[in-house]
Structures are given as C-alpha cells and as structure tokens.
C-alpha cells in the first residue's frame, strides 16, 4: 500500500456571501462560496438576476410585446370564426326554408 495517497482531510468551515456558514468534510481548509441552500433562487423562489447594461429588461420588455400580439392575434382568430359560422348557420336556414 502507497504511502501518504490520500489527501489531508479536513471539517471545512464554509462561509457564503449571504453571511451563511456551515462545515463539511472536505481536503480544503475553508472556502468561500456565492450561493448556499438559503440564498439560491431555486430555493428561496425569488427571481434575482445579474443585470449588464439593461439586456434583461429589453429582453422582458420584448417578451411583453410579442405576447400582447399574440393575444389579440388569437382573439381576432376567434372571431372571424364565430362570424364566419353565424353565416354559415344562416345559408343553411335559408336551404332549408326553401327547400320546405
Ligand atoms: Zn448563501
């Protein structure tokens, strides 16, 4: 057997930057984590996005528009429908009127 093939095992103290700490068993003294169990948004369920130069509010304010178009797209859809078999329900009274 190999001597000295495992690496130092230490009770790491892990600190995160929402001010969370908490220790795990791992080869490192100590680490510094950005995200934690209490601070990840899958988490916690809240949206927090890391905005550069506005992209994610033109992305939304995009997305906003495209869904409104397509809203009043379906509605109108809808309607031409409705009035389209209105008529036909009138020719086939009239068929059937003359047809008496
Ligand atoms: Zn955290």
């Given at each position: 057997m190999?001597?000295?093939?495992?690496?130092?095992?230490y009770l790491a103290k892990v600190t995160c930057s929402c001010g969370n700490a908490f220790e795990?068993?791992?080869?490192?003294?100590?680490?510094?984590?950005?995200?934690?169990?209490?601070?990840?948004?899958?988490?916690?369920?809240?949206?927090?996005?890391?905005?550069?130069?506005?992209?994610?509010?033109?992305?939304?304010?995009r997305l906003s528009k495209v869904s409104k178009k397509t809203e009043k797209a379906r509605v109108s859809d809808k309607t031409e429908k409705v009035e389209s078999n209105q008529e036909r329900l009138k020719e086939l009274k009239k068929k059937l009127i003359t047809q008496q």
């Open positions: 190999k001597k000295e093939l495992h690496p130092p095992y795990i068993g791992a080869t490192v003294e100590s680490m510094r984590i950005e995200l934690c169990g209490n601070c990840h948004p899958f988490y916690t369920g809240d949206q927090k996005l890391v905005d550069t130069a506005g992209r994610v509010e033109k992305f939304q304010q």
